[in-house]
C-alpha cells in the first residue's frame, strides 16, 4: 500500500477537461480519496469512493476505479482558473495507515 | 469550531536540538494523524490515535520522534536530536470515528528547517 504514483504535471486550458490519474498497489484498500491542495493551504477532501463501486459522480467531479488495474481517475468538467492546484490521491488500508500519492500540480491557462 | 490548528506554524532549529509541535483536532473528532510532508512529495502517515490511544505508527518512525495525546484531545509530537533530514512540513488531521469514509480534516501545518 505503499507505493501510490501520480505523473507529475499536467496543463489544460480553461474550460476543457482535466484528467489526473493515479496508480496504487494495495488490493485491500476500501476507500481511495482525492485532496486538493493550494498554495499555502492545507490538504481538502474533494471526493472518495468505495472499493467496490465503479464510478461516483459529484457535480463537476468524475471518479473512475479499475479494481483489476489497480487505476483511479479523476475528471474535472469544465475546468476553472480556480481549480489549479496540487491533487493527491490517496488509499486507506483495511487499518487506519493513509498512503498518498506524489500528488499531480494541475495548471489551467486562461 | 475553526478547524484543526496547529502551532508552530514555523520552527526553525539548530541540528541536534529537540522540537516539540501541538495539534488541536476539531473538538468532537476522536482520531487524529500525523503525517509528514517533503517538497514535492504526499504526506507520509507517521502515526494514529484514537482518542488518547495510539493505534498504529508508521515502521518508517525513527526512535527519535514520539507523539502523545494523554487526554484524547490536543496532541503533540516531539522530535528528539533533530537532523537536517527533519526538515519537512509535520501535518496533523483528524477525524470522526462516525464518519464514512473516514473524511480526514488537515490543518495547515508546521514547517521544520533544521539548520
Known amino acids: 500500500g505503499e507505493d501510490v504514483e501520480q505523473s507529475l504535471f499536467l496543463s489544460v486550458r480553461e474550460g476543457d477537461s482535466s484528467v489526473i490519474n493515479c496508480t496504487y498497489t494495495?488490493?485491500?484498500?476500501?476507500?481511495l480519496y482525492w485532496y486538493k491542495q493550494e498554495p499555502g493551504a492545507g490538504l481538502q477532501l474533494l471526493t472518495y469512493?468505495?472499493?467496490?463501486?465503479d464510478m461516483k459522480q459529484d457535480q463537476r467531479l468524475t471518479v473512475l476505479l479499475n479494481k483489476k488495474d489497480k487505476h483511479l481517475s479523476l475528471r474535472i468538467a469544465d475546468t476553472q482558473t480556480g481549480d489549479s492546484a496540487i491533487y493527491f490521491c490517496a488509499e486507506k488500508e483495511a487499518g487506519n495507515q493513509f498512503y498518498f500519492g506524489t500528488g499531480t500540480s494541475l495548471t489551467v491557462i486562461p | 469550531d475553526t478547524g484543526v490548528s496547529q502551532d508552530p506554524r514555523h520552527k526553525i532549529t539548530k541540528r541536534g536540538q529537540n522540537v516539540t509541535f501541538r495539534c488541536d483536532p476539531i473538538?468532537?473528532?476522536?482520531?487524529l494523524y500525523w503525517y509528514r510532508q517533503t517538497l514535492g512529495q504526499g504526506p507520509e502517515f507517521l502515526t494514529y490515535f484514537q482518542n488518547e490511544a495510539q493505534l498504529e505508527k508508521s515502521r518508517l518512525l525513527s526512535d527519535r520522534f514520539s507523539a502523545e495525546r494523554p487526554k484524547g484531545s490536543f496532541s503533540t509530537l516531539e522530535i528528539q536530536r533533530t537532523e537536517q533530514g527533519d526538515s519537512a512540513m509535520y501535518l496533523c488531521a483528524s477525524s470522526s470515528r462516525a464518519s464514512r469514509p473516514d473524511e480526514q480534516y488537515f490543518g495547515p501545518g508546521t514547517r521544520l528547517t533544521v539548520t
Open positions: 469512493i468505495f472499493s467496490n463501486m
Open positions: 473538538s468532537e473528532h476522536n482520531r
Open positions: 494495495d488490493s485491500s484498500s476500501t476507500y
